[in-house]
């Protein structure tokens, strides 16, 4: 069964440093998203990507994080300054199609820590 | 903004049902998951519900929607050792976006 995968699993880095989190996502799926859960609390939605554009963003999602889809395969979430406060699994999810019942299927996540 | 609350914490014997309920305050919430985390492992969706129906059965699971007090839980039957993980409420009002709960962890005791 097709699955969303992401690298790495962990990733520490140095507060100030710059970060790329990658993600292959399912391959006939249009829509890519990342989510972050920050140790203990819920799951929150960062940004969704469709046609090469950002299609929504939550205000979490600020000047300090990118996305791109450098390719047919990649879906990469940069943060250019890490804070410690960055320091949550990160989870890439993708879907067929956007609204509703459309399954979004998740990667394992990456688990980014900041020291 | 939207929210959904479920509680942290279920613990249950082998064999035993498992209920997990949710709560909700997106009136136009359309439809409704339960996503299951295994430690180590990402967001495995198992089950939906669209909002205009009361119940949904598959297998082992039922999920039951109560609309009007913004409720939804999980029943799991025969609960195993293997459906030890964190399970997700989460919703979704007509866009891409997913709003979760905490997760509350399911714990099944031999």
């Known amino acids: 069964e097709p699955e969303v995968t992401q690298t790495p699993s962990h990733q520490v880095t140095q507060m100030g440093q710059e970060v790329i989190l990658r993600c292959v996502p399912i391959?006939?799926?249009?829509?890519f998203y990342w989510y972050r859960q920050i140790l203990g609390q819920k799951v929150e939605f960062l940004v969704s990507?469709?046609?090469?554009?950002?299609?929504?963003k939550s205000e979490i999602f600020d000047d300090q994080f990118s996305v791109e889809r450098p390719d047919g395969s990649n879906f990469t979430l940069k943060i250019r300054s890490t804070k410690l406060e960055d320091s949550a699994m990160y989870f890439c999810?993708?879907?067929?199609?956007?609204?509703?019942?459309?399954?979004?299927?998740f990667g394992p996540g990456t688990r980014l820590t900041v020291l | 903004g939207e929210d959904v609350e479920q509680s942290l914490f279920l613990s249950v014997r082998e064999g035993d049902s498992s209920v997990i309920n949710c709560t909700y305050t997106?009136?136009?919430?359309?439809?409704l998951y339960w996503y299951k985390q295994e430690p180590g492992a990402g967001l495995q969706l198992l089950t939906y519900?669209?909002?205009?129906?009361d119940m949904k059965q598959d297998q082992r699971l039922t999920v039951l929607l109560n609309k009007k007090d913004k409720h939804l839980s999980l029943r799991i039957a025969d609960t195993q050792t293997g459906d030890s993980a964190i399970y997700f409420c989460?919703?979704?009002?007509?866009?891409?976006?997913?709003?979760f709960g905490k997760g509350t962890m399911l714990l099944v005791s031999p």
């Open positions: 989460a919703e979704a009002s007509g866009y891409s976006t997913l709003t």
């Open positions: 997106d009136s136009s919430s359309t439809y």
């Open positions: 391959s006939n799926h249009l829509y």
């Open positions: 990507f469709y046609n090469n554009e950002i299609s929504e």
């Open positions: 519900i669209f909002s205009n129906m």
């Open positions: 999810a993708s879907s067929v199609q956007d609204f509703g019942a459309d399954t979004q299927y």
